[in-house]
């Protein structure tokens, strides 16, 4: 997600009639061409109604009704908006919309334009369509960005091109092959920028999911090659992250984690082994280690679903490493009850201890309706 700001507590009133007006003063000050009050009007004409994403919608296409037809001459307009400093955060989020979708035809008015956009809003979404429709312009400006000081063009280049960008939707031929992204994160991952750094190991992310094997591989080459080394396994360690969490031994073992390592589980309960929705549980067992041992200790929770169990939800405990012979003591209190997106159901719920990926003890809870 682009840099986030301060504002109203509902998410959509960040684009408001207020905020609305100011682009337009911007606009309308940048070149006679601008038709303000004609915009203002659209714009605002049920906006009321309208979540975030309309609102980005509407504003954009009242945007194409009051900038000048031909793109390039409305790029020109946006370029001398932002000149001021104002024509920034949300208010420029339905302009990078606008110029993704007026100015698809325009490769070479529009990616240079975004590259100034994306200083007061992230072009990550904006620049997807362009992605596909003009791969070759796309990647020639990417190559001009990675080399940049700025730290939001370099960013650009690897959140812009994720398989799988949230909200942004997917990239079906980054989705079947990624080695095209790969490419730009081999340029990026000693970035001196955690903004920059943090796209890079979310875009890994997305790689593992679909190609878990490639996403290790390119990990272990990272590690492996040296350079920045501090940055690198940073970036590994949360690249890794949904095969840690799904225990991996081979992405455990990358952030120092033995699958294999003699660990033995002692006095495992989890009580009481009866609840109603909502109530809580309490989870303790002793772990004990032949030798000083690094483990991450997690707890797999199987639900029961409306047919039967569902897939296992992880919940992280702890990392610490234990000392040969030295029992450490775990515990936790887990409560059992609905969020916005998770049904409970009544029936036998499981409960795992995993310890560095695997899978050491397990009980089951029997959880009934409330009341």
């Avoid at 337009?24 to 000050?29: F, P, Q, S, V």
């Avoid at 903004?195 to 790689?207: E, M, P, T």
């Avoid at 936790?332 to 969020?339: A, K, L, N, Q, W």
């Amino acid at each position: 997600m682009p840099k986030e700001t301060s504002g109203p507590t509902l998410m959509k009133d960040r684009i408001s009639p207020d905020v609305i007006a100011h682009l337009a003063d911007l606009l309308a000050a940048a070149s006679k061409s601008f038709r303000r009050d004609e915009f203002l009007a659209d714009a605002v004409e049920g906006l009321e109604s309208m979540e975030m994403k309309a609102r980005v919608l509407h504003v954009a296409d009242a945007l194409s009704r009051s900038l000048p037809a031909d793109f390039p001459e409305a790029a020109e307009v946006i370029d001398e908006a932002l000149g001021s400093p104002g024509l920034n955060s949300w208010m420029a989020y339905p302009v990078d919309d606008f110029v993704a979708r007026y100015g698809i035809d325009f490769p070479e008015v529009a990616l240079p334009l975004m590259g100034k956009l994306t200083k007061r809003w992230s072009c990550e979404f904006a620049i997807r369509p362009f992605i596909r429709e003009h791969p070759k312009e796309t990647f020639a400006q990417f190559d001009n960005w990675i080399e940049s000081d700025d730290e939001d063009l370099r960013r650009l280049v690897s959140e812009g091109s994720r398989p799988r960008l949230p909200w942004g939707g997917f990239i079906p031929e980054f989705v079947e092959d990624p080695a095209p992204t790969i490419a730009l994160l081999d340029r990026l991952v000693d970035d001196p920028s955690l903004y920059v750094r943090k796209s890079v190991a979310n875009h890994l992310n997305d790689i593992a999911k679909d190609h878990p094997q490639l996403a290790i591989e390119t990990a272990r080459r990272w590690l492996e090659e040296g350079g920045e080394a501090e940055r690198r396994h940073w970036i590994v360690n949360h690249g890794m992250r949904s095969l840690i969490k799904a225990g991996d031994p081979e992405a455990l073992a990358l952030v120092g984690y033995d699958a294999g390592a003699p660990v033995e589980i002692e006095g495992f309960e989890v009580n009481p082994d009866a609840i109603a929705i909502g109530e809580a549980v309490t989870i303790s067992f002793t772990l004990v280690a032949e030798e000083e041992t690094p483990v991450m200790v997690d707890y797999l929770v199987h639900h029961a679903g409306a047919k039967g169990a569902r897939s296992a939800k992880v919940f992280k405990l702890k990392k610490v490493k234990l000392s040969a012979g030295k029992p450490v003591l775990f515990r936790r209190e887990h409560r059992i009850r609905e969020v916005s997106v998770r049904k409970i159901y009544p029936g036998p719920h499981v409960i795992e201890v995993q310890v560095n990926g695997r899978v050491l003890a397990a009980a089951t809870v029997e959880v009934t309706e409330t009341g």
